[in-house]
Nanobody
Framework: QVQLVESGGGAVQAGGSLRLSCAASGDIFSINNIGWFRQAPGKQRELVAIIYSTGRTWYTDSAKGRFTISRDNAKITGYLQMNFLKPEDTAVYYC?????????WGKGTLVTVSS
């Protein structure tokens, strides 16, 4: 069974940057679309970015221009580079395939942005 492990979160001040990583136990990135999600306290999980198997990308409006999604199929790892972070970005960030597989959810990685 595929396992996904998110890492790279932390506490930063507004305007700072973080790079999140999504490591997979199986080679799925070359054949599946990969998405980054986030869930803030009291809110539903939100889709932030997608990188399709073709390499095409998509971003939610709030992330566009600040976040960059990428993947390294050889390393079986996905990334989310987050620049110019805002307090509103504070959330637990998760990765998964698109369409979502309920069995793939990891523990997530916490991003806290202070002003």
């Amino acid at each position: 069974q595929v396992q996904l492990v998110e890492s790279g979160g932390g506490a930063v001040q507004a305007g700072g940057s973080l790079r999140l990583s999504c490591a997979a136990s199986g080679d799925i990135f070359s054949i599946n679309n990969i998405g980054w999600f986030r869930q803030a306290p009291g809110k539903q999980r939100e889709l932030v970015a997608i990188i399709y198997s073709t390499g095409r990308t998509w971003y939610t409006d709030s992330a566009k221009g600040r976040f960059t999604i990428s993947r390294d199929n050889a390393k079986i790892t996905g990334y989310l580079q987050m620049n110019f972070l805002k307090p509103e970005d504070t959330a637990v960030y998760y990765c998964n395939t698109i369409p979502v597989n309920a069995d793939y959810w990891g523990k997530g990685t916490l991003v806290t942005v202070s002003s």
